[in-house]
T-cell receptor, first 113, second 112 residues
Framework: DAGITQSPRHKVTETGTPVTLRCHQT?????MYWYRQDPGHGLRLIHY???????DKGEVSDGYSVSRSKTEDFLLTLESATSSQTSVYFC????????????FGPGTRLTVT | GENVEQHPSTLSVQEGDSAVIKCTYS??????FPWYKQELGKGPQLIIDIRSNVGEKKDQRIAVTLNKTAKHFSLHITETQPEDSAVYFC???????????FGTGTSLTVIP
C-alpha cells in the first residue's frame, strides 16, 4: 500500500460522538486525500491537502474537517458522527498535483450506531 | 462537475476468456483516466492509466482504450485468471484539479 497506514482500521461509535481517523505516509508525498466508499457511489472525495496546513474541500465535505500539521500525517475528523457517515474511508497520496497517480491506503471501516 | 458512468456492475467470465469494462465521462476537459483494482478488504490499487493524448495503452494482459470524441474509455483483460477476480473502478481527472471522479465499480468474477 505504497507506505500508507490508516488507523484505526475498524471503529464502531455512537451518533453524536466525535471521531478522528488518521492517515500516515512514509513517502514524503505532498498531496494527501480522504475518500469515502459506499455501495453504488464508488469513491468520493471528502477533503484533500496540497501541503502542510493547506487543505481544500472535495465533493462531499459537509460534516467533516481535516488537519495536516506534518507532511506525513493527515487527520479526518467527524465532529458529531451521524449514521449517514457509516462508510469505508480511504486515504490516498500523490507526489504531484492534478492528473497523476494516486496511491491508496488499506481503509478504515467506520460504523455509526 | 464531472460524471463518470461504469458498466457493467457485475461481470462473470470463464478462465481464459476476455473481460471488458466500459466507462463514459461527461467533461471533455478530463485528460487522465486511471483504472483501479480493489480486492476484498484492501484499498484500490492502480493497475493502468491513460492520458488524453494517447488512444491505447497495454501492459501484459491488460489494455485500456480511449475515445475522446465519444468520451468513453475501456479496460480490456485478456486470458483472465482467477486472481483477476476483484472490483474494478475507472476514474477521470483534469490536470487543473485535484479531484478524481470515480465510476461505481465492476465486480469481476473469473470462473475456474
Amino acid at each position: 500500500d505504497a507506505g500508507i497506514t490508516q488507523s484505526p482500521r475498524h471503529k464502531v461509535t455512537e451518533t453524536g460522538t466525535p471521531v478522528t481517523l488518521r492517515c500516515h505516509q512514509t513517502e514524503n508525498h505532498r498531496y494527501m486525500y480522504w475518500y469515502r466508499q459506499d455501495p453504488g457511489h464508488g469513491l468520493r472525495l471528502i477533503h484533500y491537502s496540497y501541503g502542510v496546513k493547506d487543505t481544500d474541500k472535495g465533493e462531499v465535505s459537509d460534516g467533516y474537517s481535516v488537519s495536516r500539521s506534518k507532511t506525513e500525517d493527515f487527520l479526518l475528523t467527524l465532529e458529531s458522527a451521524t449514521s449517514s457517515q457509516t462508510s469505508v474511508y480511504f486515504c490516498a497520496i500523490s507526489g504531484v498535483a492534478g492528473a497523476s497517480e494516486q496511491y491508496f491506503g488499506p481503509g478504515t471501516r467506520l460504523t455509526v450506531t | 462537475g464531472e460524471n463518470v458512468e461504469q458498466h457493467p456492475s457485475t461481470l462473470s467470465v470463464q478462465e481464459g476468456d476476455s473481460a471488458v469494462i466500459k466507462c463514459t465521462y461527461s467533461d471533455s476537459a478530463s485528460n487522465y483516466f486511471p483504472w483501479y483494482k480493489q480486492e476484498l478488504g484492501k484499498g484500490p490499487q492502480l493497475i493502468i492509466d491513460i492520458r488524453s493524448n494517447v488512444g491505447e495503452k497495454k501492459d501484459q494482459r491488460i489494455a485500456v482504450t480511449l475515445n475522446k470524441t465519444a468520451k468513453h474509455f475501456s479496460l480490456h483483460i485478456t486470458e483472465t485468471q482467477p486472481e483477476d477476480s476483484a472490483v474494478y473502478f475507472c476514474a477521470a481527472s483534469l490536470d487543473t484539479g485535484n479531484q478524481f471522479y470515480f465510476g461505481t465499480g465492476t465486480s469481476l468474477t473469473v470462473i475456474p
